[in-house]
Every structure is written in C-alpha cells, then in structure tokens.
C-alpha cells in the first residue's frame, strides 16, 4: 500500500474545523465531501458542535471512535500544531492542511512551517499543504472532493496538481465548462511534506490516469523531477505551466556560460530540463487546456498529415496557416479520395484541401465527407469546422461526428463558432463529446502537440556514451591549481585538462618570460600565436593579448613587445605589465569557432552550453543549455538547435563540418562535467571546427573551480 493511498484514497475522512458557518471554508469542504458523495466515513471535529450538516461532530479527532485515514484541517494557524499531534496520537496517517499563514508570509511563518514538517515526520504521516485548497479524486469507489470549489468536478482520465490554490479552484471551473473531467486533482500548497515529485510517482502506475497536468512556480527538487519526468513521459503525457519565467539570475560569473545562463534567465535552465525529459511545456493556463482537451479525447496521430473539412473559407485558412507553422502538413488526397468528394459535393465547392464544402451542407454532406477523409490513409488526423449558418442544426453535426470518429484510430477534434449556451446543453446531454474549440488556432496547437508528444515518446531514447580518459592526469592538474590556492586556471591548463578527455586542443607553450620566450623562439614550428598569461587577464583580446600568424623569431619577439605594452596600457598605469608571461600556439588556419561551456546552476546543477563562439557569443548569443550527461542525441540536437547550425553546414560551398566529432566533442565534455563536480566553470571558447575530425582544435580554455566566489555552487 502507498502511504498517499491515506490521503488519496482514504476510508474515513475527519475534517477539523468543520463549522456550521455559512462561507467558512470549515463548511464549504464537509458541503462539498457530501455533495460529491464521498464512499467513505466521514467524521466532523469541532469543540463547540454536537451537530453540523447533520452529521454528529466529535471535539477532538481523538474522540473519534473509528479509524481515520484522513485529516483534513481548517483550523485557524496557532492551532495546527497541536491538532496534528492529536492526529498523530489517533494513528493518521494522511492529512490535508488548508489553513495558511505559513513560509508564505515571511520568516515566522517559515520557522512554524518547519517545526510542522519535522512533527509529521516524527508521526510518519504524509501531508499536502499547508496553504492549500484541497485534494480530489473521482474514481467512483472514492468520490472524494475535498476542496472548497464551488464546482464539481467531472470524472475524468487527467491528474492535475496545482501549485496555485486560486488557479485551481478557477482551473476546475473552466475544465468543467470544457467537459473535461479529472481522475485526481491536488492543490499542493507549500510541499512542505508530499511533493509535486511524490504525486508524480504515484500516478505513474495510476490506472485512472493517462495524462498529467501541472501548474507549477518553482521545483522542489529540480533533478529528481526530471528523472521521474524522463520516466514517465514516454508512458504519459506530462503537460506543465511553469510561470516565475522572469526569475533572472544576477550571479556574477567570468564566463559567457554563466553570464548567459544568469542573463537569460532560470527560464534558459527549465526549458532545457523540461524539453530533455519530454515535458510539454505551455505558457499559458489557456494553452494548458487547448492541449489537454487533445490530449484527453484523441488516440495519438500516426503522422503530421492533416485533413481540414470547413464550410467557410476563413476559419480554414487560419488553421491551414496555424498547422504549418507548427509543423503539420497538409495531407495529399488520394485519388479515390477526391473522386468521392467531387461526386459528392456542388461544383462550387472545394476539393482539395482544406475541403470547403460551402455553408448548405447538411449533416449528411458532414458525415459523408469526415468518412472518406478518415479512410484516407493519408490523413493522420481531422480538423472539422463548422460555422452554424440559421438552417442547419448545430447539435446534429457534432453527434453525427460523434458516431463516426470512434470507428478510427485518428485525432477528430472540431472547431464550432456557437454560443456559450450551445456549449452548455451539448455537455449536459452528450458529455464526453470530442474535443471543440471556439477558435481554429487552439485547434490546431492541440493537435500539433499530439504529433509532437507522438515523436517524442517514438524517438529513441540515446545512449549516454563513457569515452576512456586520463582521469587521474586531470585530477592532478586539478589538484596543482587548489594547492596553490587559486580558483581559476591558466588557458595552458584549461586545455590540458579538456585534452585530458580526448579534445583535440592546439599545441601550447608556457614561457613564464621574455627571456624565455627568447630561448624557445628558434625552435618553434612557424607560424604561431601568442597569448598573454597572467591572473588577472581574463578577456585577453580585449587587452591586446592575442596576436596570431606569426611568422618566425623576429615577428614572435616584436609582438611580445607590442604586447607588453598594451597589456600594460590596458592595466592602467599602477600595474604596468608586471608579472606577464606568455602562451605560445600553434596557429590554426580556418575553421569556424564555437563555444563548448557548462557552469553550475544553483537549482539544476551542471549545464551544458553549445553554440557559435568567439565575437558571436557576446553579439548574437547564440546557445542551448542541457542537462548532462548528454546522449548521443541530445548532443546532435544541441548542434542542430542553435540559429547558426546552417553556418556548420556550410555556406556558399563550404564543405560541412564534422558533426559526428563535434557531438563526440560534447559528449566527452558532458563527461568531464559529470566527472569534476569540483568545477564550478569551464568553457572552451573557441572551439575551431573543421570537416575533419583531426583538425579540430581548442585554442583557449577558462575553468573556474568551487567555492572561490560564493555563487551558491
Ligand atoms: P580571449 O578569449 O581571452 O580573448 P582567445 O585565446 O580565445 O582569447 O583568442 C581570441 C581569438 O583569437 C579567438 O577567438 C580566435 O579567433 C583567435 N585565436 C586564438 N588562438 C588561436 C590559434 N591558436 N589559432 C588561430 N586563431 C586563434
Ligand atoms: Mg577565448
């Protein structure tokens, strides 16, 4: 037995704080318990009443003679406490706190909150809330609503969790309007005890649940969520509203891998973790219902072949855009497919697709036409619109529709500009009906999202690659760099370190001064680059640190020159050019720069950055975030995803580059990632990419490590 089972499926409900107040929620909940009809015992607790709805209350839940599974508690804050002991001395094992005034309200109520959790736990009781507005399930050997909602819900296959009380309530309102029903709705308040993260694995193997909807404002444990998520998404689908999209990080960091994930945002951070773990995210609460409305009434589609059936031009015309613009095509008819419909419909109308059929069609032109378009098996799925004109009767084309689109295993969904009344009787009457829409664009967003979720759950899952490195060598350049008490490494050692994973990087010579660098310039392999070397140096081109293509002794030993006086120009004239050394470089000719980065998210933890590098970075700040460890397809994606992807592909003739050694590339780096928590930063900028393989080469590396700047790593 699951210990959620005590507050999901409960056998006996105590609610505390029942009341016999009109509009307290003390009533409104006990109301609400029987007005759903709950399968169970349900037992009032209030010191003052003997009676309340009828029902005899008892003063305290310990006076109750029977078992209970479940308290549910409305009482006013100071009491909660000592109401859960009762509990707690009763043998509980569920509650549901309604009762606010908690972490919500500041750091006395954080404190309490706390003391709360730690109490529940000691009883080994589970709890939703506080600060929530209830929980509900409508399985019929249950029928619990537990909240104080004024609607009821409707039975239904979807479990919801919301993080917003409010919403909820307004949430149940809408679904119902929609006829969409729920097999489990949680109102989950301030997770102090159950989680978003607990509910998800417990509807996981939930037979009354095939899809999942989450309105959600932050993450509890943000990495477990993606496993379970990962897990589960490619049985159900899993739609989420996260708001608190704004929440921009102001972290100071010397990287562009960290100024660009705190610059764009956590945002950046939750759509990669949501799109790698097959979470379907929406941004609106409107949205939310358009693809659940899909989800919940439609078999998955085969293809992205889409059929439209219309009788007016304009509303088809607007789904035929919204469709290709998410990525639906449309569907070619078959030869028999167009024979029967010019057989069929007048002259004047039109055959192809969308199919307009002019606005006298009846339901028998309605019924005919859907028929042979789903026979069609070039038609994945079926978008109907129906604009009532006065003679024909609305009602008549759903149930027409009704009958005939549970013979196919294809997505019907309708598009009907009727009124809210019409509505109203088709859901009283006919509940259950398919998906309608007022507007062709929710539609259409619906149905792209089945095709979406289609390919997702299809897709290969990748496999995760280990790559043989020389891991002890880059613990122990790691190690150097921590004994001598610095937190940022050298370029020369960021690229042995990174070559230490199999990135191929340019070859590099340290010389610590002038004088060396006299000493090693005849026997250097022309032409080169140098590089200025010192701590505070982070961008060096900007200090006139980088000249490249030298081409002998002379032309080394005039740049340095060049080069100390610019660094000491760019230092201002206090620090001079004290303390420089060099980078001598083998000098790459061609290829095009990106950037390979990973910085440590205070949430998500490592991310892993990939796009255009060098001045790109900072002027068009083309990247994608993933979480490691990446797969071999993740790591193709990312390389896909980026704007600039046609510029690796070549442009103008250019041959393409390596995509297989530059996803290897991340993958290795994922590795390292992985491998050295110790590192806060790390980023290879640039990275020079060539057709082949063996050219590739990183020319200048920053890693920073932990615990220098206290940036919650
Ligand atoms: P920083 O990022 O500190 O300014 P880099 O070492 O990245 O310095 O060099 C800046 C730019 O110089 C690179 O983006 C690249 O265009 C060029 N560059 C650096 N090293 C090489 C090299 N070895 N071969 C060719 N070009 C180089
Ligand atoms: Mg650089």
Partial sequence: MNPLDAILKPKSIAVVGASRRQGSIGREILHQLIEFDFHGKLFPVNPKGDFIHSIKAFPTVSSIPDPVDLAIIVVPRDEVQSVIDDCGKKGVRGLVVITAGFSETGEDGKRFEAQLGERVRQYGMRMIGPNCMGVIN???AVRMDATFAPTLPLPGRIAFMSQSGALGVAILNIARQLDIGFSYFVSLGNKTNVSGNDLLK???????????????????NAKRFMQICRRISKRKPLLVVKSGRTEAGARAATSHTGALAANQGLDIATGALLEQCGVVRVNTVEELFDLALAFSKNPLPRGNRLGILTNAGGPAIMATDTAIAHGLRMADFSERTCHELRRLLPPEASIQNPVD????????KYDACARILLEDDGIDMLLVVFVPPMMINTMDIILGLEKLRHKYLKPVVGVIMATEEFFGELNRDHPNHMALYIFPESAVNGLAALHHYRLWRDKPVGAVKRFEVRSGTAEDILQEVRQQGRGQMTAEEGLRLIGCYGILVAESIPAVNRKELERVAKELRYPVVLKAVAPDLVHKMDAGGVIVDLRGPEELLAAAQKMTESVARHRGDTAGAGGLGFLIQEFVHGGREVIVGMNHDPKYGPLVMFGLGGIYVETVKDVVFRVPPLTDLEAHEMIQQIRGYSLLRGVRGDAPIDFDAL?????????????????AEIEINPLLVFPQAADFRAVDARVRLRGERGDGV
């Fill in 138 to 140: 409508t399985d019929p």
């Fill in 202 to 220: 417990y509807w996981e193997d939930d037979p009354e649940t095939d899809l999942i909807l989450m309105y959600l404002e932050s993450f509890g």
């Fill in 663 to 679: 996803a290897e590339v991340l993958q290795r780096f994922s590795q390292l990632a992985e491998d050295m928590p110790e590192i």
């Fill in 357 to 364: 059929m002019t606005p006298q069609s009846d339901r028998g």
